[in-house]
């Protein structure tokens, strides 16, 4: 029993955001699984979108993610906006898992690679919407005069 000696769990913990989604994943050491709200990758809605979900896995090839489990919790926002940040956790997790547990290098290759293809992978984007003022139907936009 004393020479039992429990080896700690390699895992990281990163977000992603976009709007008012967030998404949350947690990877550590396993064999290949990625869910999100504990379904697979591939059953998220909506599946016009899915193949945005694939791209981290495409672009860097299944063999990365093949010895590691992902699983990402999303809430906030509307579809769109929660496939977007569901690829953010999972782009920035790995990142993240080849930085702590692996080497520096191939952590900078990944990352060349994710951000050569698309920013919004790696850096959260920053654009919220802009709160409606008084005097007109929105943001910016003002009720049209009338003399009458």
Known sequence: MADEVKEP????????RKKTATAVAYCKRGK?????????????????????LQEPILLLGKDRFADID???????????????AIRQ??????VAYYQKYVDE???????DILVQFDRSLLVADPRRNEPKKF???GARARF???YR
């Open 9 to 16: 769990i390699q895992s990281v913990q990163t977000f992603g």
């Open 32 to 52: 290949g699984l990625i869910k999100v709200n504990g379904r697979p990758l591939e059953l998220v809605e909506p599946r016009a979108l899915s193949y945005k």
């Open 70 to 84: 992902i699983r990402i919790r999303v809430k906030g926002g509307g579809h769109t906006s929660q496939i977007y």
């Open 89 to 94: 956790a999972l782009s920035k997790s790995l």
């Open 105 to 111: 290098q191939s952590k900078q290759e990944i990352k």
């Open 135 to 137: 005097g007109g139907p």
């Open 144 to 146: 049209q005069k009338s």
